[in-house]
């Protein structure tokens, strides 16, 4: 009973955590999923400059640990921008440019794993070069590309935790310094349950999403 | 339409596709005011070290049902994929309805600008072995795909062209219908049907029936039949020999990266002059 007590007065405090993870997470996700697939058709079917550029982006971005993206963005670009623009928008950036990079590549690959013949189909029916990119290349690669990009969405999330390094509001910050304060280890084990939660949410979505996307398969 | 209706009866006697000795007269005696639709001259082809073709030379004239045939890897397929433009070509002049739509290596014949190229592929209907329907849109929706975004037809209108093509290969019931909820015959009535959405000029069928189960074949083959009844322009590769001597006005057989015998059908069959095609009618036949 002291415990349900204990975790209820605490749990505006893991709030704050919860929503600075979100505010991040969602922040970073929404610009992540738009570059992927406009990097992703780029990588395709765009000029080999721009191409090389966005190979050396992935490759780049994807070979280097978050931690240290945040760092330099925080301790070397903010500053470099006049003193800042804030940790927030910072993180977000890092982020989202992260997270693009690795759905760049999920959706790259979906593309090119779409069935030759639909691109024959379009050609002999005189469909647009861009017209067939959106209405039937696109649609068909997101549900390839759906079950990895899950799999990234949710490594995201529990990377989002390396915000609490520089001193910005998440889950893991918020539950440390509450630890430190009441010696205690219940509020680690709440982030605990607050992780699986959302995590299995995220699985949850991405379910609906490949059941949308699969309803024309038998 | 109309003056298609004109010409193709002049080729063809009025219902060679059902007639049994009907097509066999048409194709034998040409008509002199017959349109040369499709022109191949001098086609050469390779994949990489790999000729395919050397030298074909074809013509089907409007209104014709010209069938291919010939061993597997002979080179059928890409014969037709030159016609459309989906294989480039090494060398040759490819003339579809008096446009060079492709020019390579021969002096005097250079290809027509591309609009007027553009223009001309768009009247040219393909239909796949592997139907390559779009499998997230339903039948109606792959057979509006393209007059809606190519040809800016609108929605309303689009349904209804839709909806007559469907009935015209007899699937207007499977309109809402997901693709992997068709059969293997009716998926490719649907690709014919999106084809014909297009209205075009000519057809190209690649080995149309391969790959459906034995009792769908027929099927789809009346389909194609009703289309030749209806004077289309047609190059078809198929192994459905039966169908092909019925509905064709000539058959070509294609060997060693050439084209070896152009008949009539009935002296394809009957009295082959090659030995290469008495030899392949031998196994396929028996
Ligand atoms: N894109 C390609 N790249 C390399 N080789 C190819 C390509 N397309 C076809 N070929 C080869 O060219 C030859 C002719 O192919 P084609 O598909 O035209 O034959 P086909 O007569 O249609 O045979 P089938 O009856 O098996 O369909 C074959 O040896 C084939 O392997
Ligand atoms: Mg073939």
């Known amino acids: ?218 | 339409m109309g003056e298609k209706t004109q010409v193709g009866a002049g080729a063809r006697t009025g219902d060679g596709a059902r007639a049994d000795g009907g097509a066999q007269a048409g194709g034998g005696a040409r008509d002199d005011t017959a349109e040369v639709i499709i022109r191949l001259t001098n086609l050469h082809k390779s994949f990489g070290e790999l000729s395919v073709l050397q030298g074909v030379d074809l013509t089907v004239e409007r209104g014709q049902v010209v069938s291919i045939i010939g061993p597997s890897g002979s080179g059928k397929s890409t014969v037709l994929r030159c016609v459309n433009g989906l294989e480039k070509i090494d060398r040759g002049v490819v003339e579809i309805e008096g446009v060079v739509v492709a020019a390579v290596g021969t002096p005097g014949a250079k290809p027509a600008p591309k609009e007027q190229i553009r223009a001309v592929l768009a009247k040219t209907g393909m239909v796949f072995q592997s139907f390559n329907l779009f499998p997230h849109m339903t039948a109606l929706q792959n057979v509006i795909e393209a007059p809606m975004t190519v040809k800016k037809i609108p929605k309303a209108r689009a349904r209804e062209l839709g909806m007559e093509k469907l009935r015209r290969v007899g699937l207007d019931d499977k309109a809402d219908a997901f693709p992997s909820r068709l059969s293997g015959g009716q998926k490719q009535r649907v690709a014919i049907a999106r084809a014909l959405a297009m209205e075009p000029d000519f057809m190209l069928f690649d080995e149309p029936t391969s790959a459906l189960d034995p009792e769908l074949v027929g099927e789809v083959l009346d389909v194609i039949k009703s289309l030749a009844r209806e004077h289309m322009s047609m190059m078809i590769v198929s192994h459905e020999m039966g169908f092909t001597r019925e509905v064709s006005d000539r058959v070509i057989f294609v060997d060693n990266q050439k084209i070896v015998a152009d008949n009539p059908p009935e002296r394809f069959f009957n009295s082959p002059e090659h030995p290469r095609v008495a030899a392949f009618l031998d196994k396929m036949l028996n």
Request: with cysteine; aromatic share 12%.
């Open chain 1, 1 to 218: 009973m002291e415990t349900v007590n204990y975790i209820i007065r605490i749990s505006p405090q893991l709030l704050v955590g919860v929503i600075g993870t979100l505010q991040v997470y969602f922040g970073a996700i929404f610009p992540a999923l738009v570059m992927g697939v406009f990097f992703a058709i780029v990588k395709t079917a765009g000029p080999k400059p721009l191409r090389w550029l966005l190979n050396v982006y992935t490759w780049a971005w994807r070979g280097v640990p978050l931690l240290l993206q945040l760092m330099i963005m925080k301790y070397g670009v903010l500053p470099l921008l006049g003193g800042g623009g804030g940790d927030f928008p910072g993180a977000i950036w890092v982020f989202a440019l992260n997270m693009a990079a690795y759905l760049t590549e999920i959706m790259r690959a979906a593309i090119g794993a779409v069935d030759r013949g639909q691109y024959e189909a379009c050609r002999v029916l005189g469909i647009p070069y861009w017209r067939m990119m959106f209405r039937v290349i696109i649609p068909q690669s997101v549900r390839i590309a759906l079950p990895p990009a899950c799999s990234e969405a949710i490594n995201l999330l529990k990377d989002a935790a390396v915000i609490s390094v520089i001193s910005m509001q998440d889950i893991v910050r918020v539950t440390n310094q509450i630890t430190t304060r009441d010696k205690t280890v219940i509020p680690y084990l709440c982030a605990f349950v607050i992780y699986l939660i959302l995590t299995s949410l995220l699985v949850k979505v991405f379910g609906l999403l490949e059941k949308r996307f699969t309803a024309y398969d038998a």
